[in-house]
């Protein structure tokens, strides 16, 4: 689906440019698009050296086996395929414990941890494994309990009440991982399930298998 | 309240920082230090194993921004928008917001310039921002860390709890601040 959510781009971009003669736009934000993809990249190494230095202190002192250990019953149930006291568990916990609170530059160095330590259980290296699907579901829709960037730019603004936004915010966001967390599922249990009749048992089910026109932006 | 948490996320990471290697070394008397720099080491690695996969996803996300595809396909949901009543104007955050982290704050910073902070439109936009997170920024970095190819279902999940976390933004706004 990623390649052809790519390939979809690329090719719209230069046929929408090219009809509204744009094309010396396109070539140029082709370019620019390349450089910020570096800039950002180089941006995280200096976070992504000092979270996971901090981090493996947290490791080896069995901090973060604390945490996994106290959200136990959260990740038995989002997580069921990672075995016990995996240290890919400590740091999915402190991922996520990092997006609730708003850590932004801490979040990513520990979601990608995360993403290495269950890699080392991945049997087959170049395929997602569903743990990984579902860490990344629940990043892509990130309940945070305070948007303090948002609320920072509301006050420049002159907003009477900067902070209004909290409730429908953490509303917005719970639903939206929570439509996460079913989706997963649903395709989670959809992939494991032998694939004996995959038509006459899904053919109901709410969310169409999506070709790839589906993430395009029609639905919006 | 407010007051109460940014006071918190103020303190949060320097108490993170205090306290990990505080205990790490009080408590089982680790070389903290050489810890550190262990685990450390791993992040130049990594950050820099994401450049192709991130350049190559920027250049197709900034040239569909440039080119003006998304007005085009914007305009054939908009008369439904109206339709709802829902302010149009939000639209565009729709598909910024899982394509780009920063093009969408920017995008919504000018909407509440535009109609203030305490606008429907402003309130909106300052939901959507912050409800969701970039998708394709945190699947082609997750991924691309470990060279994960085959990503399966996860950009879908990603996309549809955009679209629902998207609406659900408008309807409780709407609903809210009638």
């Known amino acids: 689906m990623v390649n052809w959510i790519w390939l979809f781009f690329i090719v719209i971009s230069v046929v929408v440019a090219a009809f509204n003669g ?15 993809g570096v800039t950002v990249s180089f941006g995280l190494i200096s976070i992504m050296v000092f979270w ?3 981090m493996r202190i947290a490791e080896d002192a069995g901090l973060l086996a604390k945490l996994a250990k106290a959200l136990r019953p959260i990740v038995r149930w989002l997580f069921p395929d990672i075995p016990k006291d995996h240290p890919a568990l400590g740091y999915i916990m402190s991922n996520l414990s990092a997006n609730l609170f708003g850590l932004g530059n801490a979040a990513t160095p520990m979601g990608i941890k995360a993403m290495q330590e269950l890699q080392k259980l991945n049997p087959d290296k170049d395929t997602a494994t569903p743990a990984m699907c579902t860490l990344l579901a629940l ?16 006050m420049n603004y002159g907003s009477a009440n900067p902070a209004e936004i909290i409730g429908t915010t953490l509303a917005a966001t719970f639903v939206a991982t929570a439509a996460a967390i079913a989706a997963d599922r ?3 249990r959809r992939s494991q399930t032998p694939p004996s009749s995959p038509q006459l048992h899904h053919a109901t089910k709410p969310i169409t298998p999506a070709s790839h026109t589906s993430g395009g932006g029609e639905v919006v | 309240m407010y007051e109460l948490f940014s006071k918190v996320s103020v303190w949060m990471i320097p108490a993170i920082i205090v306290f990990i290697p505080l205990y790490a070394a009080l408590r089982r008397k680790q070389p ?4 550190f720099v262990e685990g450390a080491k791993d992040g130049f ?9 991130l350049v190559g996803m920027m250049v197709a996300i900034s040239m569909f921004r440039a080119s003006g595809a998304m007005e085009m396909m914007l305009s054939a949901v908009r008369p439904a928008f109206d339709y709802l009543g829902i302010p149009s104007e939000v639209l565009p955050l729709g598909i910024l917001r899982p394509l780009t982290g920063a093009g969408s704050l ?15 439109i402003g309130r909106i936009a300052s939901t959507i921002q912050g409800s969701t997170d970039t ?8 991924f691309g860390a470990v060279a994960v190819r085959r990503t399966r279902y996860a950009l879908k999940v990603g996309l549809f709890s955009d679209i629902v976390g998207f609406f659900a933004a408008i309807f409780i706004c709407m609903y809210i601040f009638r």
């Open chain 2, 32 to 35: 903290v230090y050489e810890t």
């Open chain 2, 135 to 142: 998708t394709f920024y945190v699947l082609t970095v997750y």
């Open chain 2, 45 to 53: 690695g990594t950050a820099i194993s994401i450049i192709p996969p």
């Open chain 1, 139 to 154: 990043n892509t829709s990130s309940i945070t309990i305070v948007p303090t960037t948002l609320i920072a730019i509301r």
């Open chain 2, 106 to 120: 920017a995008f919504t910073a000018d909407l509440i310039q535009t109609y203030g902070p305490d606008s429907m």
């Open chain 1, 52 to 54: 996971l230095g901090m």
């Open chain 1, 22 to 36: 744009k094309i010396d736009t396109v070539t140029q934000a082709a370019f620019e698009g390349a450089k910020s």
């Open chain 1, 186 to 188: 649903w395709y989670r």
